[in-house]
């Protein structure tokens, strides 16, 4: 079994910073992609940054400039850090990864619990 675990959310007022970290455990191959997406209330869930096992970003455009995503895939754990962060950045947060459980297994994804994050003042 896969399971990711997150940590990290909570209350920040406009302008200030959060950091989500995700672990992935279990039974791993080798990870495909971990990435970070949100989704708020009455909003489909969307990508906000992912990495690819080889060095690759890419971000939701609003985010751009505010958040990094980072990735040790020594570790198989993957961060974002969010800067700057507004009120339209809340939104509960999943850890999503694209693994390879078993050699001889197609990659799947799998995806954390999630974990709020509100920003309001």
């Known amino acids: 079994q896969v399971q990711l675990v997150e940590s990290g959310g909570g209350l920040v007022q406009p302008g200030g910073s959060l950091r989500l970290s995700c672990a992935a455990s279990?039974?791993?191959?080798?990870?495909?992609?971990m990435g970070w997406y949100r989704q708020a209330p009455g909003k489909q869930r969307e990508l906000v940054a992912s990495?690819?096992?080889?060095?690759?970003?890419n971000y939701l455009d609003s985010v751009k400039g505010r958040f990094t995503i980072s990735r040790d895939n020594a570790k198989n754990t993957a961060d974002l850090q969010m800067n700057s962060l507004r009120p339209e950045d809340t939104a509960v947060y999943y850890c999503?990864?694209?693994?390879?459980?078993?050699?001889?297994?197609?990659?799947?994804?799998?995806w954390g619990q999630g974990t709020q994050v509100t920003v309001s003042s």
């Open positions: 279990g039974s791993i191959v080798s990870i495909i992609v």
């Open positions: 990495f690819t096992s080889g060095g690759v970003t």
């Open positions: 999503n990864a694209h693994i390879r459980p078993h050699w001889y297994s197609d990659p799947r994804d799998y």
